[in-house]
């Protein structure tokens, strides 16, 4: 079956636009988490769904980080007025049940702020 | 501060030898997971090991947990070079809810 897809899978932008990500989970998996990930780096969380409950935000490193789920099912993540320290790897897993189980992840978009 | 460290940063072996890699934690867990992630891409799942469970195996993966020292290993076996990869330990924290954190990985090069 298909797996979780992320769009674009790269995207090149000037500081100071706007950028949505987007994360289509795994169809039925409940749970939905956004990473970042540095070059070199380990996964930095950000963003943490949980079917209807209130998103665990705590990971955001900014108020112009944000993101949401809609229908519990696709997700999207917006970056309001990029800087260069938010050129990463943006990734994005589902997961079927609680934050306990396997986490299964998407290619990943790679976002480069010029 | 990481809630997994994995140990060491980076490791390089020839083919056919083992590889080990370490994790440490610092909060309880519910279980213990390991990823495996090529070239900064996705990650993929490997094996997951419960807080209840010592040792686990998957074809050339054994893993271990130590709860009481609140650290894990990796261990594979008879490694090939299509093994390079980094690994990448995850686990449960309760840090304002409970949610998974990853640590900072392994690099592991292996050399045919």
């Known amino acids: 079956g298909a797996g979780v897809s992320q769009s674009p899978s790269n995207k090149v932008t000037e500081k100071g636009k706007d950028v949505e990500l987007r994360c289509d989970p795994i169809?039925?998996?409940?749970?939905l988490y956004w990473y970042r990930q540095s070059l070199g780096q380990g996964l930095e969380f950000l963003i943490y769904?949980?079917?209807?409950?209130?998103?665990?935000k705590s990971g955001l490193p900014s108020d112009r980080f944000s993101a949401e789920r809609t229908g519990g099912s696709v997700s999207t993540l917006t970056i309001q007025r990029t800087q260069q320290e938010d050129s990463a790897v943006y990734l994005c897993?589902?997961?079927?049940?609680?934050?306990?189980?396997?986490?299964?992840f998407g290619p990943g978009t790679r976002l480069t702020v010029l | 501060s990481q809630q997994g460290e994995e140990d060491p940063q980076a490791l390089s072996i020839q083919e056919g030898e083992n590889a080990t890699m370490n994790c440490s934690y610092k909060?309880?867990?519910?279980?213990l997971q390991w990823y495996r992630q090529n070239s900064g891409r996705g990650l993929v799942h490997l094996i997951l090991?419960?807080?209840?469970?010592r040792e686990k195996h998957s074809g050339r993966l054994r893993v271990t947990l130590d709860t009481s020292k609140k650290s894990s290993s990796l261990l594979i076996t008879a490694s090939r070079a299509a093994d390079t990869a980094s690994y990448f330990c995850?686990?449960?924290?309760?840090?304002?809810?409970?949610?998974?954190?990853f640590g900072a990985g392994t690099r592991l090069f292996v050399k045919a």
């Open positions: 909060t309880s867990i519910n279980n």
């Open positions: 769904f949980q079917g209807n409950s209130a998103p665990d």
């Open positions: 995850a686990t449960d924290a309760f840090t304002g809810g409970f949610k998974t954190i």
């Open positions: 897993a589902s997961i079927w049940g609680s934050s306990y189980n396997e986490q299964f």
């Open positions: 090991i419960r807080s209840n469970e």
């Open positions: 169809s039925g998996h409940t749970a």
